[in-house]
């Protein structure tokens, strides 16, 4: 079992840029939540996917936007990209309340 | 509003103490606590959780504790090793939909010394 898998794992962006992360859920899993992690803090809850809808929301901007295909992989898009978004973002999947989490992509906005 | 609150926010112990790390909710509604433990460039990893109908769960070395009336909730962990140094988070979920996911507290910086 890979586990929950995500790419790329660093990636350097300028202002204003779009940015589309990746994810694969853990095998038999059909949920994805997708977090921001700045640093020194707790992640932070951006959004999740079931049945190829967004469910559930945190307080993030429109320009946080999401994706779930059809064998429950996930992306995630930011438009207009900030300084301020530069973080770790953690995808999480899940077939109930355990969410199991895969090793993040570091975006670098300069 | 910060709704999972989690302390100390660092913590040095000696191999073979018990670290007890501890948290407070403010959202009745969550009914699902987990710890999850993560090292510098990975992500977090779940340790162990836990539903408010129990007041303690034991998995390993690791141990929660739980008080419903508090709002607390608190992590021990036993025999502690250097290995054990890691940040240490906790997290509330209600489980019923509709909620912001899993709220997570700042996180514990914990070092386990030789």
């Known amino acids: 079992d890979a586990g929950v898998t995500q790419s790329p794992t660093h990636l350097i962006k300028t202002r204003g840029q779009q940015v589309t992360l990746r994810c694969s859920p853990k095998s038999g899993h059909d949920t994805v939540s997708w977090y921001q992690q700045a640093l020194g803090q707790g992640p932070q809850f951006i959004f999740q996917?079931?049945?190829?809808?967004?469910?559930q929301r945190g307080n993030f901007p429109d320009r946080f936007s999401g994706h779930q295909f059809p064998n429950y992989s996930s992306e995630l898009n930011v438009n207009a990209l900030l300084l301020g978004d530069s973080a770790l973002y953690l995808c999480?999947?899940?077939?109930?309340?355990?969410?199991?989490f895969g090793q993040g992509t570091r975006l670098t906005v300069v | 509003q910060q709704q999972v609150k989690q302390s100390p926010q660092s913590l040095i112990v000696q191999k073979g103490g018990i670290p007890i790390i501890n948290c407070a909710y403010e959202n009745t509604a969550f009914d699902y606590f987990p710890w999850y433990q993560q090292f510098p460039g990975k992500g977090p990893a779940l340790l162990i959780a836990i539903r408010p109908d129990v007041s303690e769960k034991k998995e390993g070395r690791f141990t929660i504790s739980f008080n419903k009336s508090a709002k607390q909730f608190s992590l021990h962990i036993m025999d502690s090793q250097p290995g054990d140094s890691a940040t240490y988070f906790c997290a509330a979920l209600y489980s019923g939909g509709g909620a912001d996911g899993l709220t997570f507290g700042k996180g514990t910086h914990l070092i386990i010394q030789p």
């Open positions: 996917y079931y049945e190829e809808e967004e469910r």
């Open positions: 999480a999947s899940s077939s109930d309340t355990e969410a199991f």
